[in-house]
């Protein structure tokens, strides 16, 4: 979809080099609209509400400072703009928790503390109006909207 969306500006932002390089050799250089930067989502390099819409897959349980992470996510929204993703919660199925405890904290792929469905859910609401939120396994799928 994102090829379809010619009048978009669209800023990819991952602290992971190597994820940056898979995203750039997925897009090519036919998506001259796609931006791709290397950065901490803790210290954007993006003014006050410059975006309407911030999408995080998979990201949120790989942040080191979660809360800091939701208030710059927060600070670059405009007002009403949109927050959509999805990230692992424990507590929800053991099997996924010992997997994430064992091998992706380890990893570093995942960076700890990690919050429970009710802990993450309760965050997102001190910044943002929930407006969908899904549990599908142990990860929970959102969408709120700047306050």
């Not at 190597?18 to 950065?39: D, E, Q, T």
């Not at 995080?56 to 993703?85: T, W």
Request: hydrophobic share 35%; glycine share 6%.
């Amino acid at each position: 979809t994102y090829k379809k969306l010619k009048n978009a500006k669209i800023y990819c932002v991952d602290y992971s080099k190597a994820m940056l390089g898979r995203y750039k050799n997925r897009v090519g250089s036919h998506c001259p609209w796609i931006h791709f930067s290397w950065g901490d989502v803790g210290q954007l390099k993006y003014s006050d509400d410059s975006f309407d819409m911030v999408l995080s897959m998979n990201g949120y349980h790989c942040f080191p400072e979660k809360k800091q992470a939701l208030e710059e996510i927060f600070r670059v929204l405009k007002p009403g703009g949109k927050f959509i993703g999805c990230t692992y919660v424990k507590g929800v199925y053991k099997r996924t928790d010992f997997c994430v405890r064992n091998i992706y904290n380890r990893m570093g792929i995942f960076i700890p503390p990690h919050e429970d469905e009710n802990q993450f859910k309760a965050r997102l609401s001190k910044y943002f109006h929930v407006n969908k939120y899904v549990l599908k396994n142990s990860f929970a799928c959102f969408e709120c909207m700047k306050k």
